[in-house]
């Protein structure tokens, strides 16, 4: 199975800075697809962004935006512009093509992310 | 507005007892997942199903078990709950497409086991 290492259990960021999460995965496979989610404290994922491996060019979603290093299996999540609404558990995950998975999302184990005034 | 709700946000049970976690979706969505989540573990894969009566074994599916009899719903299965089962249990749900489609996710459940 893909690993999806998710270095940083915390980090802080100040309101209207920037701050970048951390993901890094091992895949064997060509072509896959990455994700990131945000579970704020309602416990409810969110879908953040998301990238097909086999795009060069980085997904952004308004103040989301990716780093997406294939050869490196590197895949940060970059927010610009931090908001309180931004504190969150960030989860990086995996997804293969094969369907012998029935699609299931990897997971990494998370990075808690605190924003302060 | 999509939905994958699940039955219970919290619950309580005794060791030994039958537990079971409901999952439904509004999708009309063909895969659907269990996940366990704690902390420093993130989320791990207990079941899946990609179609009704089928279902299949993720990461971790020892002690659990799954029911689907309906498209739209997915049942996790504690067959004698045990305290080391304490946990929150997430659903969720998506379709085959491409593999970029989004997964939906339901509230999750907190199970404490006593």
């Not at chain 1, 990455?34 to 491996?53: D, G, H, N, T």
């Not at chain 2, 990461?59 to 739209?72: A, C, L, M, N, T």
Request: aromatic fraction near 12%.
């Amino acid at each position: 199975a893909q690993t999806v290492t998710q270095s940083q259990p915390e980090m802080s960021v100040q309101e209207a800075e920037t701050v970048t999460l951390s993901c890094t995965y091992d895949t064997s496979e060509s072509d896959y697809y990455l994700f990131w989610y945000k579970q704020p404290p309602s416990r409810q994922m969110i879908l953040v962004i998301r990238q097909e491996a086999y795009k060069q060019q980085n997904a952004t979603e308004n103040r989301f935006s990716v780093n997406f290093q294939k050869a490196a299996k590197s895949f940060s999540l970059k927010i610009s512009d931090s908001q309180l609404g931004d504190a969150a558990m960030y989860f990086c995950a995996y997804r293969s093509p094969n369907s012998n998975s029935g699609y299931a999302l990897n997971f990494g184990k998370g990075t808690s992310l605190l924003v302060t005034p | 507005d999509v939905k994958v709700t699940q039955s219970s946000r919290y619950l309580v049970k005794r060791t030994g007892e039958k537990v079971f976690l409901e999952c439904v979706q509004d999708m009309d969505h063909e895969n659907m997942f269990w996940y366990r989540q704690d902390p420093g573990l993130g989320l791990r894969l207990i079941y899946f199903s990609y179609d009704v009566k089928m279902k299949e074994k993720g990461d971790i599916p020892e002690g659990y078990s799954v029911s689907r009899e309906k498209k739209e719903r997915f049942s996790l299965i504690l067959e004698s709950a045990s305290t080391n089962q304490t946990s929150m249990y997430l659903c969720a749900s998506s379709s085959p497409g491409q593999g970029n489609t989004e997964a939906f996710f339901g509230q999750g459940t907190r199970l404490t086991v006593v």
